[in-house]
């Protein structure tokens, strides 16, 4: 059984930093997908950032490109997302998911970003 459980969320002023940490377990390491996504009330799930380690590669939604990195760890069993330059419309919900759909997803951790 898969579980994801994410952490590292907070609040935080405009361009600040934060690091997002989802820890899993019942994902077999070659598993290729995995992904970040986020969610603000009244607004619809975005994809923030994909990285898939069968070919070496990671993409990004266009408003957090430059400014995201996503990272995997399979001898941690943990996903990250580094996010500096923080703004105001990145707050959100922010979950991690074993699918590109964003379907398979933990709880969440919530980022809040002031200006």
């Known amino acids: 059984q898969v579980q994801l459980v994410e952490s590292g969320g907070g609040s935080v002023q405009a361009g600040g930093s934060l690091k997002l940490s989802c820890a899993y377990s019942?994902?077999?390491?070659?598993?290729?997908?995995m992904g970040w996504f986020r969610q603000a009330p009244g607004k619809a799930r975005e994809g923030v950032a994909s990285?898939?380690?069968?070919?070496?590669?990671?993409q990004y939604g266009d408003s957090v490109k430059g400014r995201f990195t996503v990272s995997r760890n399979n001898a941690e069993n943990r996903l990250y997302l580094e996010m500096n330059s923080l703004k105001p419309e990145d707050t959100a919900m922010y979950y991690c998911?074993?699918?590109?759909?964003?379907?398979?997803r933990g709880q969440g951790t919530q980022v809040t970003v002031s200006s």
């Open positions: 998911a074993t699918d590109p759909g964003g379907l398979n």
């Open positions: 019942g994902v077999a390491e070659r598993t290729a997908y």
């Open positions: 990285i898939y380690t069968d070919r070496g590669m990671t």
